[in-house]
């Protein structure tokens, strides 16, 4: 009926039906049963009585419904097969329409009951009983249970349709009256009751309690509990049969469909409790007790054996209540539990473990049950650990498969021979033979180990448990089992197991961690906390199973020989894994992981990681019931496919190792389980990464760029063997390593470190093994360990630390392969971290920036080369990519490129150098100003290393680079610089610290210049004199072009700490320089001899360093003498050069004079005769030229005009060269030129004094070029000092040029430095000596009278020097060759040829004396009786003279000065002041007019009588100058020239001479003028004094004694010569005597006659007798003369007179 049963049309369509069907039955009665037609006809007026009356017809005809069904009922009552049809067709019309009440319900129940028992109309019986209590709840309590029994009842009959039928029905009913109670517990739901408490439940009919519906549940419930026990029933009254196993099936069905009645209400708990289980537990025991091969009459009692159809219902009832109610059965289903678990036992019957296995795997696919049962057992105290027991007791169900296969059944046979006799599925297909022949290999799915082969079967969908045995309801006797079946439940089982379990509760840790999140993002202040409940169930779950789960996955992987069984395992194995890491629960998941790897590896290989691994396990062997479980080791026998050959890794070599397609597979799995579960591995890494490590090394994968793995050929031994089978899967094995850890990027921080922790251990072992071979080592975590780091660079900071710590390790490693892949990977993860776009940049990030780039700083630690060499190119590879953003890391950049040792060897400086000069040319601007400092360190340690000449002067090249960008952007650095400067002073006062930086307080930009000086300086002593002098030239032409940038203060420091500290430690190493000569450098270097010792290598740095300040302090004077303690610099400065001008070097000390003279600003003069000089190198330093690498510079200049020996002016006299405008007051200062004059005076002291030892230990003589210098610095500096200038200075000075004259020279040098012997002429020094005495009396001649006492001082000195035409001076004990005699290729020392200068000398002497003889001073010091003095020698000397020239001059300026002096000493004579000058002339005059040198024989005629007109010039003088002013002079003078006139005016004969020389060599003429004098003197007329007078008459009794001796001596001669004529001479002079005498004669007659003396006319009168012996003479020309001699005599002709007027007595 298709519209609903009330409405109108459906009333309408039922109350016809309902008439027709009386009319039919009233038809059909109306012949045999009138009573059912008589009830039938007045049933259809009642009919259409209720419907006219009634609006609600329904309810009408149920009202009346006893009335209406009561002709039906009779109409049954008929037993007719038609009528009773017909009846029961209308009835269930009624009921189906609902229109039937309660009483009708009764009647008609009890209507059907008769047919039953008749046994009539059974189907449409049930059918009816079935319409009337599933359309309506009118019939309960007893009617109900009679309506159930009728069922039952035909459920027993003989017709096989009928029973099936009511059996079905039955089994309905029993629904209907369950859905009934369910309905009604529906309808009171909102209605609270309190039932009363049960008291003890002791009466089992307490069921007041119970609502209608509920009550017939219950007692239909109860009584099929008595049933199955073979109990009478309660409440189905007129059971008559009944079985077990429809009971049992019936019982299943209720507690299946119905669990919530039984968990609502307390009676039915009540009744699972105290009925089912007993019942349950009853029914068990045959199967409990029962042994399988134990004989039963063995056994007292017979032993009841297990009956498989209650049996097998026993499981299904047991499964539903475990299912549904362990949580009120909790103690019995512990038992239900254990006793599933024994009957898995090995002793049992195989069907019955069959079953057993198959409710164990329903259990296995419920999850939830199996928590609940860990919850409800193993997690309590006291209780049988179920769960635990179900798990094991599986591993040791499939363990005795393989390994006690039972003897009692056939089934079990170890390996079938061709198929078993119980032609079941899957035992046809043929096994292996017996033995299992290891080549053949099966088809079939199957397990094998040990020999033990099990097929494999599919016995249900995955995650169900669809069992076979358990639906064989219909079965009585036990089936045969196939083989391989239980084997194949148990694996599902096994399977389904571990999924259920994980991924319930992986949803579950799901589900808490999105709690979690959604918490944390609500409130991210507080500390989420998860219910701890949850979390031990879960670990108690795992931690109670995965001993047996491994156990028996273990033992099935080993024996699989099924991909896809394999596959499986494999795969519980790695989710088991995966949820033990989730769990945090340690031990369980290296056990699994430690599995899956060693099915990786071939068998038995040894691998500590596992077998440590392995070993704590097997200890924990664990007993299920009194049967050992073993972890049970692979067996090597699988049957497998062998597809690589390879080496397996270790330190010592061995054979070779086989992989399987099934080690392959696991392999598989492992990358699977760390790419997918690497979040959970933790420590557990260690066993992946180690197996990975070891199927790599097997596999021959070797890392290539960016650390994947590709094949590569073995290095050693065996080659690796691979099948096309692997060669295929390598390039997939390679990719999904690399892709394992290229998924590291999604691990968290923690499983990261656990990642990079375990890659660095396993590094650690590679390293270990890779000690002390060469052997290729294992590169895999080291490749590793650069692919996580790449991959991870968005969070690299928090991996850095231990990967590069790592790393460097590697990179110290003494095999090259392993730390070259060190360097590799860690230069590559540096160069990736700079490169990649982190957020934020790095530019921001300055910590990440600087973590990234120090282990790059650490390399510089390892000692290999090929490292530093890798460091260093990658340094320049970031340089070109990154170099513009390196910001803050340039300091550790720089560090890198610095860190270089000599030790290192050239390739690696070159490359570093490379670096440097990319940062010097390309990166100076990017960087940080603070970081220019370190640019100039490491630019300068590039200068000091030695490996590499000319990377050092390129290096000095980069430095001047650098100064030059100083100088471009200096305002933009002083800014950036002083902002820095702020910042750090700021942070320093907070912390209280001071500021500590070199140079401080100098402002930071000088500071860098500083920083600058001061590394050049350290070039600037450099062993290497190429560096010494690049270095110098540099710092001195930085300064001197930027000095002007830095302030004033600095310049203190650039004095005291760069300049001054740097001509310390050149003077330092210049004196303490080796001396040993160098022999010429390797190949074709030529060291000139001026070079060839590292002294003179280092006299050159000295030079210019030396050169280089004082340059400075001449350009900068006026910029240094603002600074406070310039008189100090001052003298530290002066202090150098002395120490270098008396350093034992010609070049260092000449150049020193240099500085000297350009400090003083004094101007060399220059002569031609130095030119000659020049060829020396000692002449000075050629112009430097700057190194062309710095050429590129803005107007940087080439040469430097300034060069040292820049000779500019002639000195004119002591006039300085004018200072330049605005600089007059230069040096006014005059403290400073007093301390030049104390340093000049030192100097000049400590290199003129003559060395006092013993000529041999001669150490050093100074050169002249330096003597010159030194003394022509005297005349400037006294321009300073004259003011102040001192008796005392004047002495100190004297000594100084004496001692310079006096110095000899080498007879190597003298060519240059001597004039060829012959010529005049002086050389510069002595010129310069000469030069600073005229510039002293120039000074004394315009200052004031004060100074005018210092004129004899100069005299004596000059005189001094005028000896040394005669006697030159000595130098120490030194003795010296005369310069014609010398050799010159001798070291020998020469006197210089003194004449030319003393004769100057003695120039200056006269014309000085010329200027001064009036001088107080001059008259006082008796100047000139020393010249005088000093002139005796060369007048004494004469023709004795080293040159002739000497007396010449010595007589000429004596004339001149006598010609000055006599009429000064006339003026003084009184004084007293002369009067010892007298002699000194006198005996000047004798020592040079009767000299006792004889003239060379050479001398020709003209000479001689030149040198006679000389002689007269002098006896000319005396009669000028001396003898008219006799009176003032003194009588013993007077005396002595007299006696010396009278023995010039004789000639004194020489009997050498031969003839015709005699007349000249008589020296005629001189004789004549002589006795003119004589005579002129011997009586003037005009005596004027007493004085005169006696001048007079001392003449004549000269000139008397001289005529008696030579009239004597002739008239002697002559009669001795006897024939022979008289030498002309002798004749001129005897008739110059007589002439004289008859002259004289005259003279006396002209005189007064008291005017004459008596003795001079006794001395006339005496000489008669004389001339009369004459007269025998030969000569007419003597005769004539004799003749007027005599005739005079006439007038002494007179008588004597008396004695007494006799005068004589």
């Known amino acids: 009926m298709k519209m609903s049963t009330s409405s109108p049309e459906a009333v309408k369509k039922l109350l016809e039906n309902m008439q027709t069907d009386l009319r039919s039955l009233s038809m059909e009665c109306k012949k045999k049963f009138p009573p059912v037609k008589e009830a039938a006809e007045s049933g259809i007026v009642k009919i259409k009585t209720i419907a006219a009356r009634n609006t609600d017809i329904l309810a009408a005809l149920k009202e009346n419904s006893s009335e209406v069904v009561q002709p039906f009922l009779m109409g049954c009552g008929t037993k007719e097969p038609k009528i009773t049809q017909l009846c029961l067709a209308a009835i269930q019309r009624l009921m189906s329409h609902e229109v039937v009440s309660e009483a009708a319900a009764g009647n008609i129940i009890n209507m059907l009951w008769q047919l039953m028992e008749n046994g009539l109309e059974e189907l449409k019986l049930l059918q009816t009983v079935l319409v009337l209590l599933t359309t309506n709840t009118v019939v309960h309590d007893e009617v109900l249970s009679k309506a159930i029994v009728l069922c039952f009842r035909l459920h027993f009959t003989k017709d096989n349709i009928t029973n099936n039928t009511a059996a079905a029905t039955v089994r309905q009913v029993v629904t209907v009256v369950f859905e009934r109670m369910v309905a009604e517990d529906e309808r009171f739901k909102g209605i609270v009751e309190h039932p009363p408490p049960v008291q003890g439940n002791t009466n089992r009919r307490s069921v007041s309690t119970l609502r209608p519906s509920a009550k017939d549940a219950y007692m239909l419930f109860q009584d099929l509990c008595q049933l199955v026990n073979a109990d009478a029933p309660y409440w189905l009254v007129g059971m008559t049969e009944m079985t077990r196993t429809f009971g049992l099936e019936l019982l299943e069905s209720v507690l299946n469909d119905f669990p919530g009645v039984f968990l609502q209400h307390q009676e039915f708990s009540f009744l699972l409790k105290e009925r089912v289980c007993p019942l349950v537990i009853k029914l068990f025991s045959p199967n409990i007790k029962f042994r399988q091969g134990s004989s039963s009459a063995a056994s007292p009692v017979p032993v009841e054996k297990p009956y498989f159809p209650i049996c097998m219902r026993l499981l299904r009832v047991v499964s539903v209540l475990i299912k549904h109610f362990y949580s009120l059965l909790v103690t019995e289903c512990e038992i239900f539990l254990s006793l599933l678990v024994k009957f898995l036992d090995g002793e049992k019957p195989q069907w019955l473990r069959a079953v057993a296995v198959e409710s164990v795997h329903r259990l296995c696919v419920q999850p939830h049950l199996l928590r609940s049962f860990c919850q409800s057992y193993d997690m309590k105290q006291h209780s049988t650990k179920v769960f635990r027991d179900i798990v ?20 079990a046979v170890s390996a079938p021979a061709g198929g078993s006799g119980s032609g079941v599925q899957g035992a046809a297909q043929g096994g292996p033979g017996a033995g299992g022949v290891s080549g053949n290999l099966t088809t079939q799915a199957a397990f094998e180990y040990r020999g033990t082969w099990i097929p494999l079967m599919t016995v249900s969908v995955q995650g169900s448990a669809k069992a076979t045995y358990l639906e064989m309801l219909d079965k009585v006797e036990p089936p045969s089992i196939p083989e391989g079946y239980a084997m194949s439940v148990a694996f599902s089982a096994l399977l389904d197991l571990v999924r259920g379990i994980t991924t319930m509760i992986e949803r579950e840790l799901s589900a808490e961690e999105e709690a979690a999140a959604e918490f944390r993002e609500a ?66 998941r290296d056990a699994f992981i430690t599995a899956i790897c060693k099915a990786s590896l071939p068998p038995h290989y040894a691998l500590t990681v596992l077998s440590s691994n392995a070993a704590s396990l097997s200890s924990k062997a664990y007993s299920i019931q009194g049967q050992s479980v073993q972890i049970i080791s692979p067996s090597s026998e699988s049957h497998q496919q062998v597809v690589a050959v390879g080496q397996p890794l270790s330190a010592q070599p061995q054979g070779t190792v086989v992989l399987t397609a099934k080690n392959i597979q696991c392999m598989r799995t492992l990358l699977n389980l760390a790419h997918c579960h690497g979040a959970v591995l933790g420590t557990s890494w260690q066993l992946v990464l180690a197996t990975l490590q070891h199927l790599v090394w097997i596999l021959g994968l070797k890392p290539g760029v960016g650390g994947a793995l590709k094949p590569g050929r073995a290095v050693e031994g065996p080659s690796t063997v691979l099948t096309t089978a692997v060669m295929t899967d390598l390039p997939v094995i390679s990719n999904i390593l690399s892709r394992l850890f290229e998924s590291s990027q999604y691990l968290d921080d923690v499983s990261l470190h656990h990642l990079i922790n375990a890659l660095c251990s396993l590094s650690l072992e590679a390293m270990e093994m890779a000690y002390g071979n060469n052997k290729e080592p294992s590169l895999f975590a080291v490749a590793k360990l650069l692919e996580t780091g790449l991959v991870n660079m968005d969070r690299i900071e928090i991996l850095w630390r231990p990967l590069t710590g790592h790393l460097l390790e590697v990179c110290q490693h003494p095999n090259s392969r392993m730390r070259e892949w060190g360097a590799e990977a860690l230069t590559a993860l540096i160069k990736a971290g700079l490169a990649f776009k982190h957020d934020p940049p790095l530019a921001q990030n300055q910590r990440l920036q600087l973590l990234l780039l120090n282990p790059l700083k650490e390399l510089s630690n390892v000692l290999h080369a090929d490292i530093r060499q890798k460091q260093l190119e990658s340094v320049l590879q970031i340089l070109q990519s990154q170099g513009d953003s390196l910001g803050p890391g340039w300091p550790l950049v720089l560090g890198v490129i610095g860190a270089i040792r000599n030790d290192q060897g050239e390739s690696l400086i070159r490359t570093a150098f490379q670096c440097l000069q990319l940062v010097v040319t390309d990166f100076l601007p990017t960087m940080p100003c603070t970081c220019l400092q370190i640019v100039v360190d490491v630019a300068g340690s590039f200068g000091l290393q030695n490996q590499e000449l000319n990377i050092s002067l390129t290096s000095i090249g980069l430095l001047w680079n650098i100064s030059d960008y100083f100088f471009q952007r200096g305002e933009t650095i002083t800014l950036e610089l002083e902002r820095e400067e702020e910042a750090l002073q700021k942070q320093a006062q907070e912390k209280g610290e001071t500021l500590n930086r070199p140079f401080h307080p100098a402002p930071p930009f000088d500071c860098l210049w500083l920083c600058l000086y001061a590394k050049l300086g350290e070039l600037c002593v450099d062993p290497r004199p190429a560096v010494r002098k690049s270095a110098g030239q540099t710092l001195f032409s930085t300064i001197a072009a930027h000095g002007t940038l830095l302030q004033q203060p600095t310049w203190h420091i650039v004095v005291w700490k760069v300049l001054f500290h740097l001509l310390d430690c050149v003077r330092t190493s210049s004196t303490t320089a080796d001396k040993e000569k160098i022999e010429s450098g390797g190949g074709n270097i030529l060291i000139h001899h001026s070079r060839d010792t590292a002294e003179k290598q280092w006299a050159e740095t000295w030079v210019l360093t030396l050169a280089g300040v004082a340059r400075i302090f001449n350009t900068r004077r006026y910029l240094l003498q603002q600074l406070g303690d310039f008189f100090e610099a001052w003298e530290v400065l002066l202090n150098h050069i002395q120490s270098a001008a008396l350093s034992k070097n010609n070049e260092v000390s000449l150049a020193a004079l240099k500085s000297f003279q ?52 002639r000195y004119n006299g002591a006039e300085l060269q004018a200072p330049p405008p605005g600089e007059e007051s230069a040096l006014e200062d005059s403290a400073l030129w007093w301390s030049a004059w104390n340093t000049w005076y030192r100097t000049g002291t400590d290199s003129t004094r003559p060395p006092s030892g013993p000529a041999e230990k001669l150490s050093f003589i100074p050169s002249q070029p330096y003597l010159t210098a030194l003394i022509q610095i005297f005349p400037a500096l006294y321009q300073h000092i004259k003011a102040n200038f001192s008796m005392e200075d004047l002495k100190k000075l004297g000594v100084i040029l004496h001692g310079a004259v006096s110095v000899p020279i080498s007879s190597d040098a003298s060519p240059f430095i001597l004039p060829s012997y012959t010529e005049a002429v002086l050389t510069s020094l002595q010129e310069a000596v000469l030069t600073a005495l005229d510039v002293l009396q120039k000074a004394i001649c315009v200052g004031p009278e004060n100074l005018q006492v210092m004129y004899p001082a100069i005299f004596e000195q000059l005189l ?14 030194m003795e010296t060759k005369h310069v014609a005699n010398a050799k010159y290729n001798q070291a020998e020392w020469v006197a210089l040829n003194y004449v030319p200068f003393a004769e100057r000398s003695l120039e200056v002497v006269v014309d000085l004396y010329h200027k001064t003889a009036c001088h107080k001073a001059v008259i006082n010091e008796k100047v000139l009786q020393n010249i005088i003095k000093t002139l005796r020698m060369p007048l004494g000397l004469k023709y004795a003279c080293p040159s002739e020239s000497t007396w010449k001059l010595a007589v000429s300026s004596l004339l001149k000065v006598l010609s000055i002096g006599l009429p000064v000493a006339r003026q003084h004579a009184s004084s007293g002041k002369f009067d010892t000058m007298w002699p000194e002339l006198a005996n000047a005059f004798e020592d040079f007019l009767f000299t006792k040198s004889t003239p060379p024989d050479n001398l020709s005629i003209q000479e001689f009588q030149k040198n006679e007109a000389i002689d007269v010039e002098v006896v000319q003088l005396i009669s000028t100058e001396i003898l008219p002013f006799a009176n003032f002079i003194p009588k013993d003078f007077v005396g002595q020239i007299m006696a010396m006139l009278n023995k010039g005016s004789i000639h004194s004969q020489s009997p050498s001479f031969t003839e015709a020389e005699i007349d000249v060599r008589m020296r005629e003429e001189f004789s004549k003028v002589c006795f003119e004098t004589l005579l002129q003197f011997s009586f003037s007329n005009k005596v004027s004094t007493p004085q005169e007078g006696y001048i007079s008459r001392m003449a004549l009794s000269v000139l008397l004694k001289r005529s008696q001796d030579v009239l ?27 002439k004289a005498i008859s002259t004289l004669m005259d003279s006396l007659k002209k005189t007064q006659p008291e005017n004459v003396d008596g003795n001079t006319w006794a001395q006339v009168i005496a000489l008669y007798p004389t001339l009369v012996e004459c007269i025998t003479c030969s000569s007419s020309e003597v005769s004539s003369a004799l003749k007027e001699a005599l005739g005079p005599f006439k007038d002494f002709m007179q008588p004597p007179v008396s004695r007494v007027q006799n005068g004589e007595s």
């Not at 094991?392 to 089934?411: D, E, K």
């Not at 002569?1167 to 000089?1173: C, L, M, P, V």
Request: overall charge negative; hydrophobic content about 40%; charged content about 20%.
């Open 1158 to 1209: 350009e400090i003083l600003q004094i101007v060399t003069p220059v002569k031609d005769s130095d030119k000659a000089g020049d060829a020396l190198a000692a002449m000075g330093v050629p112009p430097v030229l700057i190194d062309p690498i710095s050429a590129s510079g803005p107007g940087r200049p080439l040469l430097r005009s300034d060069s040292l020996v820049e000779r500019l002016t």
């Open 523 to 588: 409130h991210p202040d507080q500390e989420w906390q998860p219910q701890p409940g949850a979390h031990l169930v879960w670990e108690e779950m795992v931690n109670a199973c995965w001993c047996g789960l491994l156990a028996a996955l273990s033992l099935l992987l080993d024996a699989s020989t099924d991909e896809t069984a394999t596959e499986n395992i494999l795969k519980a194995e790695l989710t088991m894994a995966s949820l033990c890491g989730r769990l945090g629960l340690v031990t369980p």
């Open 1360 to 1373: 001094l020097f005028v000896e040394f035409s005669c006697k030159p001076p000595q130098y120490g004990r």
């Open 392 to 411: 094991n007791a599986l591993g040791s169900f499939i363990q005795s498969l393989f390994i006690v296969p039972n003897a009692g059944n056939a089934a």
């Open 1608 to 1634: 004597r001596r002739y008239v002697e001669d002559e009669r001795l010569s006897g024939r022979c004529p008289l030498p002309r001479q002798q004749v001129t002079e005897i008739i110059f005597v007589l």
